[in-house]
């Protein structure tokens, strides 16, 4: 009967590690854009966000909103830098 060692773990155990310091630092791995748009050009904006990175295969999302004076709209979109 033929025996198998065990690979070695350092690579991954260095991956692991990174991996919990950058997400203690607060950082990760997505891409942000911030604008403060007018509203209907705001809804256009993140339109073309939806349409250039689908959701599905770059978790697209507006990560936060909020409405300023004059009606416009401060917003940021998040997504992942899969083709980048």
Do not use: I, N
Not at 6 to 24: K, N, T, V
Not at 43 to 71: H, Q
């Amino acid at each position: 009967m033929e025996s198998f060692s065990r690979p070695p773990l350092a690579g991954l155990a260095r991956q692991l590690d990174d991996s919990r310091r950058r997400r203690a630092a607060g950082e990760d791995s997505f891409v942000r854009e911030t604008y403060t748009l007018p509203r209907d050009a705001a809804r256009s904006k993140a339109r073309e966000w939806f349409d250039r990175y689908p959701k599905a295969a770059y978790w697209t999302s507006v990560e936060s909103w909020r409405l300023l004076p004059g009606d416009e709209v401060e917003f940021t979109m998040r997504r992942l830098p899969s083709a980048d």
